[in-house]
């Protein structure tokens, strides 16, 4: 077998038993500096929960900040998309669509069955 043919063998193997080939190699990144001042009994009690957890103190850090970067941006997505639907809401009450066929057949439906006269 060539190797062109061992590569596509091997690729159509590993997706039909569910293997996954290796990402493409990125470029990393370049990182950017984040520096903040605090105080020495906060430093102490990071030092102490990266100790403990086996990390570093900006793994720990960082960690957490993006922890609660992205929960505050869910939040007021949460917000703005709740604000969104009452926006919606309000605009369905006070201009409610024709009904549809569907809609009256079902209602003459639920009045023949539920509600005969």
Do not use: W
């Amino acid at each position: 077998m060539s190797a062109v043919h061992t590569q596509d063998f091997v690729a159509s193997t590993s997706k039909r038993q569910g293997f996954r080939s290796p990402a493409p190699r990125h470029e990393v990144a370049p990182k950017k500096r984040l520096e903040c001042r605090i105080q020495e009994d906060v430093h102490q009690t990071l030092e102490l929960a990266a100790q403990v957890s086996g990390r570093t103190v900006t793994d720990l850090v960082v960690a957490g900040a993006l922890r609660e970067a992205r929960e505050t941006l869910a939040n007021q997505q949460v917000i703005q998309m709740a604000r969104e639907a009452q926006i919606c809401f309000a605009e369905m009450l006070l201009n409610p669509p024709e009904p549809t066929e569907a809609f009256k057949k079902a209602e003459a439906n639920y009045k023949r069955l539920i509600r005969p006269k």
